[in-house]
Nanobody, 124 residues
Framework: QVQLVESGGGLVQAGGSLRLSCAASGRTFSSYAMGWFRQAPGKEREFVATINWSGGSTYYADSVKGRFTISRDNAKNTGYLQMNRLKPEDTANYYC?????????????????WGQGTQVTVSS
């Protein structure tokens, strides 16, 4: 069993930066791939970024490529999403997720564990 808790969301002006953290409980987190997803009001859940178990392989949505960076520190059981050059369209509730497979995936339905989400609001 893995429990995930996100933090680091907030209000930021366009062009600014935020760093989201995802703290995981459970000894198996280091063997799981993880991902970040987001959902804005009235919209469907959207893939943002994903990383494999070791951190050696990552994949991003086109909308955030070059602006966001996903990483993880398995010694700390924590994942991160560094968000730079934020845009108003990045406003959403951001969720981290883990799947009990070592390889990454952009498909939210393959993730077994989810955090409660952290709100990111980007003002213009």
């Amino acid at each position: 069993q893995v429990q995930l808790v996100e933090s680091g969301g907030g209000l930021v002006q366009a062009g600014g930066s935020l760093r989201l953290s995802c703290a995981a409980s459970g000894r198996t987190f280091s063997s799981y791939a993880m991902g970040w997803f987001r959902q804005a009001p009235g919209k469907e859940r959207e893939f943002v970024a994903t990383i494999n178990w070791s951190g050696g392989s990552t994949y991003y949505a086109d909308s955030v490529k070059g602006r966001f960076t996903i990483s993880r520190d398995n010694a700390k059981n924590t994942g991160y999403l560094q968000m730079n050059r934020l845009k108003p369209e990045d406003t959403a509730n951001y969720y981290c997720a883990a799947r009990d497979v070592s390889s990454w995936s952009a498909d939210w339905s393959t993730y077994k564990y989810w955090g409660q989400g952290t709100q990111v609001t980007v003002s213009s």
